[in-house]
Nanobody, 117 residues
Framework: QVQLVESGGGLVQAGGSLRLSCAASGSTSTVYAMGWYRQAPGKQRELVAS???????DYADTVKGRFTISRDNAKKTVYLQMNSLKPEDTAVYYC???????????WGKGTLVTVSS
């Protein structure tokens, strides 16, 4: 089993920055790619950013140029640097570690990010 614990959420004004962290523990030998999802009230969960074991990244169009995902393999931690935050970025942000079928993916419990206008 793998546990993912997010931290770094909070309240910030529009235009501000936050950095989220996701620390993995447990049987992390099966954790390869990782990513961040978010879910705003009344909306579906959506992929924000992902990073491969080698460091290749991918971003949702809505956050490109503002968010940066990175990882520290030695610390088993993934980060999401969020700059130029907008009210529409308000959501619960979840850390995600996909697993090959038939195994279930790992998810953190989420951290709330609120951006005020």
């Amino acid at each position: 089993q793998v546990q993912l614990v997010e931290s770094g959420g909070g309240l910030v004004q529009a235009g501000g920055s936050l950095r989220l962290s996701c620390a993995a523990s447990g049987s992390t030998s099966t954790v390869y790619a990782m990513g961040w999802y978010r879910q705003a009230p009344g909306k579906q969960r959506e992929l924000v950013a992902s990073i491969s074991p080698g460091g290749s990244t991918d971003y949702a169009d809505t956050v490109k140029g503002r968010f940066t995902i990175s990882r520290d393999n030695a610390k088993k931690t993934v980060y999401l640097q969020m700059n130029s935050l907008k009210p529409e970025d308000t959501a619960v942000y979840y850390c995600h570690a996909p697993q090959p079928p038939p195994h279930m993916d790992y998810w953190g419990k989420g951290t709330l990010v609120t951006v005020s206008s």
